[in-house]
């Protein structure tokens, strides 16, 4: 899932991560992986522990919390009164404290942040945990060649108690609150027969404005011993594509890919079968090469990031000559592109439809230039000179408007124009756009009028 949000949101991260230890970065990553993946048996001698936490809110709060039900729900851990500094026998451990009055320590989510991560929680909901003054929090180690099979007990073991205790869940990593009901959804139902997860379901992903592009970066990985990862600098007409490359590249280090010390193989058809692999192959369209190398640095953190190490995904090797261009370009290539072209005659009621449309840009601009919502943007239908004299009509994502000149991405793919490509930055002028589409942060679009007419009425 990715989430479109305020930046002044990224700051309410009070929850506590303890960290992997400052090994140098490749190893890392590697041994990750090797723990994850490998069929051997590990000693947990050397081996990170993962530490995971999740607290469990009650209201009304006049109450007493079920600790005998909750050492049954954990009974697969040993539980400790504080943590060592190391797992032995590879035994997964937990310890929890029943806590009131924890408004600085603790604090419930407000309803704006609710908002945007509740999940299944009603309003009613919402609004009676807001002075709630009870709550467990439940800390568990373990070590990170267990992390399959702990994560999935601790996610059954935490929805246990809180069912049966009618509470609801916090995911410390994820920072998300979950009813019961969609806890088991998202962190249990999607695991397979096997006992491997679908990663997009244990994780989410945060997109928001930083500076002049959007930023996407995962919460969550470090439950399983794994980097948390960051696209940077891209436009929100592609936060869709962005999503799905993150969830793939994430499905595909958890499940051992190829990695080397410069990039991670993506290879559709090698990722396992099921209902994720299956979902991707679906929406694959003809001219996909399923199979290409991303590549990836050490990310930069920054205030509101999960402390996890963090691997930024680079497109420096794909053919482009701008970031745009270049993300655009992997996008198309792993998962396909298609992009029809209309031939047709602009007859009256397409040229009534196109004012229409241009009698409302000077409110556009408005909006753009005071701030779009998070996930907002707006995009321009254009003309451009094609090789053969013509004119080839596309649109372009709005970067930005002064006076009557706009900057933006091309977003189409041309046909007649050689020197153009898709990502590309080109500038328009207000008074050549024939329309517009607004796209809120829910995909709801508005405008695009012309684009009926012009199905309609096209040359066959």
Same mark, same amino acid.
């Given at each position: 899932?990715?989430?479109?949000?305020?930046?002044?949101?990224? *700051?309410?991260?009070?929850?506590?991560?303890?960290?992997?230890?400052?090994?140098?970065?490749?190893?890392?990553?590697? $041994?990750?992986?090797?723990?994850?993946?490998?069929?051997?048996?590990? /000693?947990?001698?050397?081996?990170?522990?993962?530490?995971?936490?999740?607290?469990?809110?009650?209201?009304?709060? =006049?109450?007493?919390?079920?600790?005998?039900?909750?050492?049954?729900?954990?009974?697969?851990?040993?539980?400790?009164?504080?943590?060592?500094?190391?797992?032995?026998?590879?035994?997964?451990?937990?310890?929890?404290?029943?806590?009131?009055?924890?408004?600085? /320590?603790?604090?419930?989510? *407000?309803?704006?942040?609710?908002?945007?991560?509740?999940? !299944?929680?009603?309003? $009613?909901?919402?609004?009676?945990?807001?002075?709630?003054?009870?709550?467990?929090?439940?800390?568990?180690?373990?070590?990170?060649?267990?992390?399959?099979?702990?994560?999935?007990?601790?996610?059954?073991?935490?929805?246990?108690?809180?069912?049966?205790?009618?509470?609801?869940?916090?995911?410390?990593?994820?920072?998300?609150?979950?009813?019961?009901?969609?806890?088991?959804?998202?962190?249990?139902? /999607?695991?397979?027969?096997?006992?491997?997860?679908?990663?997009?379901?244990?994780?989410?992903?945060? +997109?928001?404005?930083?500076?002049?592009?959007?930023? $996407?970066?995962?919460?969550?990985?470090?439950?399983?011993?794994?980097?948390?990862?960051?696209?940077?600098?891209?436009?929100?007409?592609?936060? !869709?594509?962005?999503?799905?490359?993150?969830?793939?590249?994430?499905?595909?280090?958890?499940? !051992?890919? &190829?990695?080397?010390?410069?990039?991670?193989?993506?290879?559709?058809?090698?990722?396992?079968?099921?209902?994720?692999?299956?979902?991707?192959?679906?929406?694959?369209?003809?001219? +996909?090469?399923?199979?290409? =190398?991303? !590549?990836?640095?050490?990310?930069?953190?920054?205030?509101?990031?999960?402390?996890?190490?963090?691997?930024?995904?680079?497109?420096?090797?794909?053919?482009?000559?701008?970031?745009?261009?270049?993300?655009?370009?992997?996008?198309?290539?792993?998962?396909?592109?298609?992009?029809?072209?209309?031939?047709?005659?602009?007859?009256?009621?397409?040229?009534?439809?196109?004012?229409?449309?241009?009698?409302?840009?000077?409110?556009?601009?408005?909006?753009?230039?005071?701030?779009? +919502?998070?996930?907002?943007?707006?995009?321009?239908? +254009?003309?451009? =000179?094609?090789?053969?004299?013509?004119?080839?009509?596309?649109?372009? &994502?709005?970067?930005?408007? /002064?006076?009557?000149?706009?900057?933006?991405?091309?977003?189409?793919?041309?046909?007649?124009?050689?020197?153009?490509?898709?990502?590309?930055?080109?500038?328009?002028?207000?008074?050549?756009?024939?329309?517009?589409?607004?796209?809120?942060?829910?995909?709801?679009?508005?405008?695009?009028?012309?684009?009926?007419?012009?199905?309609?009425?096209?040359?066959?």
């Amino acid at each position: 899932m990715t989430v479109k949000y305020p930046e002044s949101l990224r *700051d309410y991260s009070w929850t506590f991560r303890f960290g992997l230890g400052q090994l140098q970065f490749l190893i890392l990553l590697l $041994a990750m992986l090797l723990f994850l993946v490998s069929t051997k048996v590990h /000693s947990s001698e050397n081996e990170p522990p993962i530490y995971w936490r999740s607290i469990v809110y009650f209201y009304p709060d =006049d109450r007493i919390v079920g600790e005998d039900e909750l050492k049954l729900a954990f009974k697969d851990f040993d539980f400790v009164s504080e943590f060592p500094e190391k797992t032995e026998n590879n035994t997964p451990l937990y310890t929890y404290e029943v806590i009131k009055n924890f408004d600085e /320590s603790y604090p419930v989510p *407000d309803m704006s942040y609710l908002a945007y991560f509740g999940r !299944g929680v009603t309003k $009613a909901e919402a609004e009676s945990i807001q002075g709630s003054k009870l709550a467990v929090v439940i800390d568990a180690m373990f070590p990170i060649s267990t992390a399959i099979k702990n994560v999935y007990g601790l996610n059954n073991a935490v929805f246990r108690f809180a069912n049966q205790e009618h509470g609801l869940i916090w995911d410390s990593e994820t920072r998300e609150l979950f009813s019961p009901i969609a806890w088991k959804e998202k962190r249990i139902s /999607s695991w397979d027969k096997s006992g491997f997860p679908v990663i997009e379901d244990q994780i989410v992903i945060h +997109a928001y404005q930083a500076g002049e592009g959007v930023r $996407a970066i995962t919460l969550g990985m470090s439950k399983f011993g794994l980097p948390d990862i960051v696209v940077d600098k891209f436009s929100w007409s592609l936060n !869709g594509e962005v999503g799905s490359v993150i969830n793939v590249v994430a499905q595909s280090i958890f499940e !051992g890919t &190829e990695v080397t010390d410069s990039f991670i193989r993506v290879d559709i058809d090698k990722l396992r079968d099921g209902e994720f692999k299956t979902r991707v192959k679906n929406s694959l369209k003809e001219n +996909a090469v399923q199979r290409i =190398d991303v !590549g990836y640095r050490e990310g930069k953190w920054e205030s509101g990031d999960p402390n996890n190490y963090l691997i930024e995904l680079t497109f420096d090797h794909i053919e482009g000559s701008s970031l745009s261009e270049k993300q655009s370009n992997f996008v198309h290539a792993l998962f396909g592109w298609e992009d029809d072209i209309a031939y047709v005659r602009h007859n009256q009621l397409i040229k009534e439809a196109s004012k229409r449309a241009r009698e409302k840009l000077p409110s556009l601009k408005k909006d753009f230039n005071e701030g779009l +919502a998070p996930g907002e943007y707006i995009q321009l239908k +254009a003309p451009f =000179d094609t090789d053969d004299e013509g004119v080839e009509w596309m649109w372009v &994502e709005v970067l930005a408007w /002064s006076n009557s000149e706009i900057k933006g991405l091309l977003k189409n793919e041309p046909y007649f124009i050689e020197s153009l490509r898709a990502g590309m930055e080109v500038s328009i002028n207000q008074d050549d756009v024939f329309d517009y589409i607004r796209t809120d942060a829910n995909g709801n679009r508005e405008g695009n009028e012309t684009g009926e007419l012009i199905q309609k009425y096209q040359v066959r």
